[in-house]
């Protein structure tokens, strides 16, 4: 049977019903879409984000235990010097739990994680000889030590190139995730074009044959009258 020899009612229930599946065709379609941009964004904030945001708080933690290291020399009470040392241990804490998170999620040269790793181990021993001459009163050697050409200093810049390098790896790689994902956003919304421009002219066309199938009885009719 034929789409114009079928009743005006069934024709307009037909025709409601391919709108509908037009309509479930465009929700799934921009679903999926929305899908896959959740798993880009998920990308960049499971590894890229996470390991950036662990470099930095590195960065944080190595900038307070040379803070502490001044405080502890200009320190003139015993609590001011607790105080000063309690802030370096929590600091070097914290950086070890940042090395762990890189650990997990670097993607790098696993060589940029031991040395970043070794200078640490390295300065943290320095630092805390440093420490005992501070707290011996041998502010002078504290200083000296501290200088970039001094032990604590060389090993204080090799920890810092190091995790220069982890960062430039990891900017990369987020700049190259940001690029998959405006490639991607540009590629699904050329498809969703393309779906909602197909769904409007198929639906025109729907909507042409209804309509001329309605008309078609009722001008035969009134000719018939006439």
Do not use: C
């Amino acid at each position: 049977m034929k789409f114009k020899d079928l009743k005006i009612g069934s024709q307009l229930v037909l025709g409601f019903a391919v709108m509908l599946i037009f309509v479930i065709i465009l929700g799934v379609v921009a679903n999926r879409q929305a899908e896959r941009m959740h798993q880009q964004t998920e990308a960049i904030y499971n590894r890229p984000l996470k390991l950036r945001r662990a470099v930095s708080s590195i960065k944080i933690d190595i900038l307070t235990m040379r803070l502490s290291t001044r405080d502890l020399m200009l320190a003139s009470t015993d609590t001011e010097k607790q105080a000063a040392i309690q802030a370096m241990e929590m600091a070097s804490a914290d950086v070890q739990k940042q090395f762990n998170i890189l650990n997990k999620l670097y993607t790098g040269p696993k060589s940029d994680l031991e040395q970043a790793d070794n200078a640490f181990l390295n300065w943290k021993i320095a630092r805390e000889a440093n420490t005992r001459l501070a707290l011996e009163g041998k502010n002078q050697e504290v200083m000296k030590n501290v200088l970039p050409q001094s032990i604590v200093g060389r090993y204080r810049d090799r920890l810092l190139a190091s995790i220069n390098r982890i960062d430039s790896f990891e900017l990369k790689t987020s700049d190259t995730l940001y690029a998959n994902a405006n490639k991607l956003s540009v590629s699904l919304n050329i498809q969703l074009f393309a779906i909602v421009f197909l769904i409007v002219i198929l639906s025109v066309i729907l909507i042409f044959f209804i309509l001329r199938n309605i008309k078609s009885p009722i001008l035969e009719l009134t000719d018939a009258a006439k």
